[in-house]
């Protein structure tokens, strides 16, 4: 069962700005990661659903970052259809973020209150997401879908959009100024945030700065 309502985990990527997008078979190195984030003042984290027993890795770190980061608000990104939505809701997700819109994956949420980030790459499709419920939308693949030109046009016609893109963010002064002052909700960051080398050495207070880093940026460009 989820800690948090979809409310308070929309509200608090907006306040953060900054969701990591991360996934690794080794659960010692993903709670390293999600621990790193934390102390960088990153609340929410988007573990995805990328290999083999996913789920089990999932499930591990999930109830440690319950008892060693109590505000840490984990998700499930990469999910696809119903089922495996109903598994990662079971252990304890909660929210879901998907490349796609299903309506499968719609129903299962909504009846649990969760939070579902469905990936949408028009107008059209964003309109159906809303209609499905979805409070917070995911741009996907987001600068190939046409980055903060697309978010800032979503945005005319329909400005109560909340806009997630993820693909193409990067946490750099120039790229976040171009997402945030396009109007987004919140961006996506994954390999930015994790470099091969960072992980390799073991350097985690890297990424515990870079994420720093990346929220000052982010409140600098809103205020």
């Known amino acids: 069962m989820s800690r948090f309502t979809r409310i308070e985990v929309a509200l608090k990527m907006k306040e953060t700005g900054i969701v990591p997008v991360f996934y690794s078979g ?7 990661i999600i621990k790193a984030c934390y102390e960088g003042g990153i609340r929410v984290f ?9 789920s089990l890795v999932f499930a591990e770190v999930n109830k440690w970052a ?9 998700g499930v990104g990469s999910v696809i259809d119903a089922g495996t939505t109903s598994m990662y809701l079971a252990l304890g997700a909660n929210f879901i973020v998907s490349p796609l819109i299903d309506e499968g994956m719609a129903g299962v949420c909504n009846k649990r209150k969760v939070l579902w ?3 949408c790459g028009s107008v059209t499709e964003i309109g159906r997401a ?29 400005p109560w959009t909340s806009i997630m893109p993820s693909g193409g963010v990067s946490p750099d002064d120039e790229n976040l100024l171009k997402w945030f002052k396009a109007g987004v909700h919140c961006v996506g960051m994954g390999s930015q ?14 990424i515990s700065q870079k994420c720093r880093e990346a929220m000052s940026i982010v409140q600098k460009i809103r205020n």
């Open 26 to 32: 080794d659960a010692e190195l993903c709670k390293q």
């Open 46 to 54: 988007e573990f995805t659903n990328r290999g083999d027993f996913a």
């Open 66 to 74: 319950a008892k060693e980061c109590p505000e840490m608000i984990m």
């Open 117 to 119: 980030v469905p990936g």
């Open 130 to 158: 809303h209609e499905l419920g979805a409070e917070v939308v995911k741009i996907f693949p987001g600068e190939q879908v046409g980055g903060p030109e697309f978010v800032k046009a979503i945005l005319g016609p329909m």
């Open 193 to 206: 945030l994790f470099p091969p080398d960072v992980l390799k050495n073991g350097n985690f207070s890297y």
